[in-house]
C-alpha cells in the first residue's frame, strides 16, 4: 500500500503552470500533490493579467468618452465611481478564482495541500510539519515585486502593483517608478482616472529592451495622456514632507525632487524562492533564478521548475509551455521535449497597446543578423481614422530575412495589437515568407489589412534586389 505522504510528482506553486503540469501528469495516472501557500488561483488571476486588464477596460472607455466628439457625440465629462471600478474587478477575480479552483479540485489524480513548502532535502519537503516526499518535483512558485532598496522608502512607504490594484480611492498624485509594463499600464490607467502620475525612469526611456520608434511612440502617447516622464532619475533616499512623500536624488546631473500622495513601485520582478530553501534540495539558483536546461531539469535531476521562478520571461504562455515541457519529460516519455522560444511573444495593454513576436531590430542588430523591415502607420490606414484620432496612434512592423523572405519578427503598436499579433505568430509557426503572406486574403476595411503593407514593402525590396521568389503556392 501507498503512503499518503508519497507522490510520483508534487508540484510548488498552484498557478498557471503547475495547474498545466498537474493536469498533464495526472491524466497519464501519475499520482500528484500540488502545494500552495494560498490563496489559491496564481498571480495571472489573483494579482496579474486579469485584475489589471479589468481595471484598464474602465480608463480604456474614459478615454473613449473624452474623445467622442470627434465622431460626432457630445457628452460631458466622464465621472468615474472608483469604489465601483475596483468592486467590479473584485467580482470578475473572485469568479476567475472560484473556477480556476474548481479546476483544480477535479485534476485527475491530485492533492491540494495548503501550506509554505520547503526542502529537507533532495526528494522531500515539509508543510506546516508535515514530510512529503517525490520521486520528481516541479517548482513553479512565480515571482514577487522587486523593491529597490532606497532609504526611507520603507519607512515612509510604497505600493507596489499588489496593492495599486486593492486602493479604495484615487490618490490626488503618484510616482510610478519604473518605465516597463507594469508601470505603464497602472501609470496610464490611474492618470486617465484623474491622477496626476510621474513616470519615474532610471533608463533614458520607457520600455528600454525595445526598438526606438517603439519607445518614442509610446512616451509621445503616454504624454499626450497627461503623465510626465522624469529619466535617468538616480532615487537616493525618500522622506516625509508635510502629508507628501517626497523622493530625492538626481535626473541626470540635476539634483531631483518630487512630492505626491502615493508612491508606486514598479521596478519589476523577482522568483519566489527565497522560502524553498533550494540549497536542501541540490538546485542551482544563481542570481537569484532557479537555473534550468532545455529540458526544464534544475542542476537535480529530479526537480524540475518553470514559469516566473527561472526570472527570465514573466509570461503566463511561457510559463505553461515550459511546464508542459517540464511535465512530459518528468513523464519518462521519450524522445524528450525541449522549450522553443522562436515564438516568443509579447504584449503591453496600455492604450495604443504593444505587441511583439520574434526579433526586433534591435535584437538582430545585436546579433549581427541582416533583416529587411517594413513598416505601416496606422495613421495612413482607412479603417483607424474611420475609428477616430485614438486609434491612429503607432504602427505596424515586420523583419524578414533577406535572401528568403522569412518573416523572423513583427511588432504591432497600434490599437487591438494584442489581438492583431497572432495573425503573425501563426505566420511565422509555418515559416511563412512575405510573399506567401501576401497571398492571404484580408477584408476591408479592416485593421488586420495593415499587416499587408510592411510585408508588401519587404517583397518589393527583396524583388528589387532580384532575389527570387517564392510561387504562391509552390514553395
Known amino acids: 500500500m501507498s503512503s499518503p505522504t508519497?507522490?510520483?510528482?508534487?508540484?510548488?506553486?498552484?498557478?498557471?503552470?503547475?495547474?498545466?503540469?498537474?493536469?498533464?501528469?495526472?491524466?497519464?495516472?501519475?499520482?500528484?500533490?500540488?502545494?500552495?501557500?494560498?490563496?489559491?488561483?496564481?498571480?495571472?488571476?489573483?494579482?496579474?493579467?486579469?485584475?489589471?486588464k479589468t481595471m484598464l477596460r474602465t480608463s480604456d472607455v474614459v478615454q473613449l468618452i473624452r474623445n467622442s466628439h470627434e465622431l460626432g457625440i457630445e457628452v460631458g465629462a466622464p465621472r468615474v465611481d472608483f469604489p465601483a471600478v475596483m468592486a467590479r474587478k473584485d467580482r470578475l477575480v473572485k469568479g476567475f478564482q472560484d473556477y480556476r479552483l474548481e479546476g483544480l479540485q477535479r485534476a485527475p489524480n491530485a492533492t491540494m495541500i495548503e501550506g509554505a513548502a520547503r526542502f529537507v532535502g533532495p526528494h522531500s519537503i515539509e508543510v506546516a510539519g508535515q514530510r512529503y516526499t517525490a520521486d520528481r518535483f516541479l517548482i513553479s512558485t512565480g515571482s514577487t515585486p522587486s523593491v529597490p532598496p532606497v532609504p526611507g522608502l520603507r519607512e515612509v512607504g510604497y505600493i507596489t502593483s499588489d496593492e495599486a490594484m486593492r486602493l479604495t480611492a484615487l490618490p490626488e498624485s503618484?510616482?510610478?517608478w519604473g518605465g516597463g509594463v507594469i508601470a505603464l499600464e497602472l501609470g496610464q490607467f490611474?492618470?486617465?482616472?484623474?491622477?496626476?502620475?510621474?513616470?519615474?525612469?532610471?533608463?533614458?526611456?520607457?520600455?528600454?529592451?525595445?526598438?526606438?520608434?517603439?519607445?518614442?511612440?509610446?512616451e509621445a502617447?503616454?504624454?499626450?495622456?497627461?503623465?510626465?516622464?522624469?529619466?535617468?532619475?538616480?532615487?537616493?533616499?525618500?522622506?516625509?514632507?508635510?502629508?507628501?512623500?517626497?523622493?530625492?536624488?538626481?535626473?541626470?546631473?540635476?539634483?531631483?525632487?518630487?512630492?505626491?500622495?502615493?508612491?508606486?513601485?514598479?521596478?519589476?520582478?523577482?522568483?519566489?524562492?527565497?522560502?524553498?530553501?533550494?540549497?536542501?534540495?541540490?538546485?542551482?539558483?544563481?542570481?537569484?533564478?532557479?537555473?534550468?536546461?532545455?529540458?526544464?531539469?534544475?542542476?537535480?535531476?529530479?526537480?524540475?521548475?518553470?514559469?516566473?521562478?527561472?526570472?527570465?520571461?514573466f509570461l503566463v504562455h511561457v510559463a505553461i509551455q515550459q511546464a508542459e515541457v517540464a511535465a512530459h519529460n518528468m513523464l519518462g516519455r521519450s524522445p524528450t521535449r525541449e522549450a522553443d522560444y522562436r515564438l516568443l511573444a509579447s504584449a503591453i495593454f496600455t492604450d495604443p497597446?504593444?505587441?511583439?513576436?520574434?526579433?526586433?531590430?534591435?535584437?538582430?542588430?545585436?546579433?549581427?543578423?541582416?533583416?529587411?523591415?517594413?513598416?505601416?502607420?496606422?495613421?495612413?490606414?482607412?479603417?483607424?481614422?474611420?475609428?477616430?484620432?485614438?486609434?491612429?496612434?503607432?504602427?505596424?512592423?515586420?523583419l524578414a530575412d533577406p535572401a528568403t523572405g522569412e518573416i523572423l519578427g513583427a511588432q504591432v503598436l497600434g490599437p487591438e495589437g494584442s489581438d492583431l499579433i497572432h495573425e503573425l505568430i501563426v505566420a511565422m509557426e509555418f515559416r511563412c515568407t512575405v510573399e506567401r503572406f501576401l497571398t492571404i486574403p484580408h477584408l476591408h476595411?479592416?485593421?488586420?489589412?495593415?499587416?499587408?503593407?510592411?510585408?508588401?514593402?519587404i517583397a518589393e525590396a527583396r524583388a528589387e534586389r532580384g532575389l527570387a521568389v517564392l510561387e504562391a503556392f509552390g514553395g
Not at 193 to 211: A, H, M, N, P, Q
Not at 381 to 396: I, N, P, S, T, Y
Open 6 to 52: 508519497h507522490f510520483d510528482a508534487i508540484i510548488l506553486g498552484a498557478g498557471s503552470a503547475g495547474f498545466a503540469a498537474a493536469r498533464l501528469l495526472g491524466s497519464h495516472g501519475r499520482k500528484v500533490a500540488m502545494v500552495d501557500k494560498g490563496p489559491w488561483g496564481g498571480l495571472c488571476i489573483l494579482r496579474g493579467c486579469m485584475p489589471t
Open 174 to 176: 503618484m510616482a510610478v
Open 190 to 218: 490611474y492618470a486617465r482616472l484623474g491622477v496626476k502620475v510621474t513616470l519615474i525612469l532610471r533608463s533614458k526611456t520607457v520600455l528600454s529592451r525595445e526598438d526606438a520608434d517603439v519607445q518614442q511612440t509610446m
Open 221 to 313: 502617447c503616454l504624454v499626450e495622456d497627461g503623465l510626465t516622464i522624469v529619466k535617468q532619475t538616480r532615487v537616493e533616499r525618500v522622506e516625509r514632507h508635510g502629508d507628501a512623500k517626497r523622493l530625492v536624488g538626481y535626473s541626470g546631473d540635476q539634483p531631483f525632487s518630487l512630492d505626491v500622495a502615493e508612491i508606486l513601485v514598479a521596478t519589476g520582478r523577482k522568483p519566489l524562492i527565497e522560502p524553498l530553501d533550494l540549497e536542501a534540495a541540490g538546485v542551482a539558483a544563481p542570481g537569484g533564478a532557479i537555473a534550468v536546461d532545455a529540458t526544464m531539469r534544475t542542476s537535480n535531476p529530479a526537480i524540475y521548475a518553470a514559469g516566473d521562478c527561472l526570472g527570465d520571461y
Open 353 to 398: 497597446q504593444f505587441a511583439r513576436v520574434g526579433l526586433s531590430e534591435r535584437e538582430a542588430a545585436e546579433m549581427g543578423q541582416e533583416v529587411l523591415v517594413g513598416r505601416y502607420d496606422f495613421a495612413d490606414l482607412g479603417k483607424a481614422e474611420c475609428m477616430g484620432k485614438g486609434a491612429m496612434r503607432g504602427f505596424v512592423k515586420i
Open 445 to 457: 476595411p479592416t485593421l488586420a489589412e495593415i499587416l499587408t503593407y510592411p510585408a508588401e514593402e
